[in-house]
């Protein structure tokens, strides 16, 4: 799976050349391709790496680029109702029949 991540990530960073992936978030994403490839596949045997030592610095970029980049999301909801609803429910229900999703 990260394998295919990391395809992903290339494949963004020439698409879209204005906002590439840093090499060093390549390069640290690479690292922990190789580490999940070279544990062994016995469970029991597993080289035991405290998750911050590989996620903290992806994210910790991550969040960096999304502040560079001034990336954004809005989704938008809207879910229809096939039955009616009990009115103490209605609060809690948007009605229409369209689901979006904005990115």
């Known amino acids: 799976m990260l394998t295919g991540v990391y395809g992903t990530y290339v494949a963004f960073k020439f698409k879209f050349p204005q906002t590439p992936l840093t090499d ?3 390069s ?4 922990a ?3 999940t490839n070279s ?5 029991s045997q597993l080289i035991i790496l405290p998750l911050s030592a590989i996620v903290n610095p992806l994210f910790a970029m ?3 680029l999304i502040r560079q980049y001034h990336i954004s999301s809005k989704v938008m909801l809207i879910i229809a109702l096939l039955r009616p609803v009990h009115p ?3 609060k809690h229900c948007i009605t229409d029949r369209i689901r979006k999703v904005f990115f």
């Open 62 to 64: 991550n969040q960096q």
């Open 88 to 90: 103490s429910l209605v």
């Open 28 to 31: 640290t994403f690479k690292n």
């Open 39 to 43: 544990q062994p596949l016995d469970y």
């Open 33 to 35: 391709i190789q580490f």
């Open 24 to 26: 060093n978030y390549l």
